[in-house]
């Protein structure tokens, strides 16, 4: 699925990679590959499990705001 240089984590990938950025969304990739980790079906399928852990994995420690203002 990915093609090109690595930008988003992935080993071939032309897409930019974007960081987690608040709680609410590193939530919803946690939900997302515990998802995916029991075999149910995705919610996000544009982003490959791998990229999901290495997102989930910089943004681990990190104190971030509870919702992102626009």
Known sequence: MCKGKG???C?????KHTPIVSEKQ???FGAE???RK???GSIMPGITTKELVNH???SS???LPKKVKK
């Open 61 to 63: 420690g990190k104190k």
């Open 11 to 15: 080993a071939g990938s032309t897409r």
């Open 33 to 35: 590959l515990a998802r």
């Open 26 to 28: 590193r939530g919803l």
């Open 56 to 58: 989930l994995e910089e």
């Open 38 to 40: 029991s075999g149910k």
């Open 7 to 9: 930008k988003c984590g």
